[in-house]
Structure formats: C-alpha cells, structure tokens
C-alpha cells in the first residue's frame, strides 16, 4: 500500500496556470513504480491524465492534455516520492476533482486506466472561471 496527499489546487482564471503536488510514501517500492494523474466532475467517469514510470521517469499523456499539461517527480529517499503535475492554460473545462494514484503496474498495462491503481490520494479541487 502506498500512501497519497495532493495539494496545490484552487481557483484560476481560464488560461491561467497551477501546479499540483502528490507526496507519496509506501513500504514497499514496487507500489509507487507507477505514478499518476486523474481527475473527475461528478457524473463521470475518472479521466487519467499523465502517468509517470518512477524508475525511469518515461511519460504517458492523455491526448486532450498533452500540451498544456507535465508530469514530473523527485526522489525523497526510499519509495518517498513527490510528483507533480504542472498545468499551464487551464480551461473551463479542466475544473474538476483531481487525484493522484500509485501501483505496481506491468510496462504492457494501460496507464491512465483508473482501474489499475489501487492506492489513491483524496484529491484536491481546480476551478477554472472568470
């Protein structure tokens, strides 16, 4: 089990910009061997975002965020972790409930799929207004 805080969100005007934070810690290495982003508006499903492989730091991106969105992270020591997600011309659109996962996933497994992560921060909000 790894264990997930975000922070970082708030109110922006669209084409504004924010920058998220996950701290993460786990026990056991392999449960943060992969990090992600997702978000979510009530009604819907949870969109993944961005995905970063920690041992390598190799990328995976959600087309709808590709160029406006970047995924990072820093090493705090063993399997402590910060991730981060910069978000640059924020959109109305982009207002949701966003959250950051980690597991243990295999290089062949789908990265943005919310049903492969089974550790899950509780989230903090973005507005997008004017």
């Known amino acids: 089990q790894a264990q997930l805080s975000e922070s970082g969100g708030g109110s922006v005007q669209p084409g504004g910009s924010l920058k998220l934070t996950c701290e993460a810690s786990?026990?056991?290495?392999?449960?943060?061997?992969?990090m992600a982003w997702f978000r979510q508006v009530p009604g819907r499903e949870r969109e993944g975002l961005a995905a970063?492989?920690?041992?390598?730091?190799?990328?995976?991106?959600?087309s709808s965020v590709k160029d406006r969105f970047t995924i990072s992270h820093i090493s705090q020591g063993p399997s402590r972790w910060v991730v981060y997600l910069q978000m640059h011309n924020l959109k109305v659109e982009d207002t949701a409930m966003y959250y950051c996962?980690?597991?243990?996933?295999?290089?062949?497994?789908?990265?943005?799929?919310?049903?492969?992560?089974?550790?899950w921060g509780r989230g903090t909000q973005v507005t997008v207004s004017s």
């Open positions: 996962a980690a597991d243990s996933l295999e290089m062949t497994d789908p990265k943005l799929n919310a049903d492969e992560y089974s550790n």
């Open positions: 786990s026990r056991y290495r392999a449960d943060t061997n992969f």
């Open positions: 970063i492989y920690t041992g390598s730091g190799r990328t995976w991106y959600a």
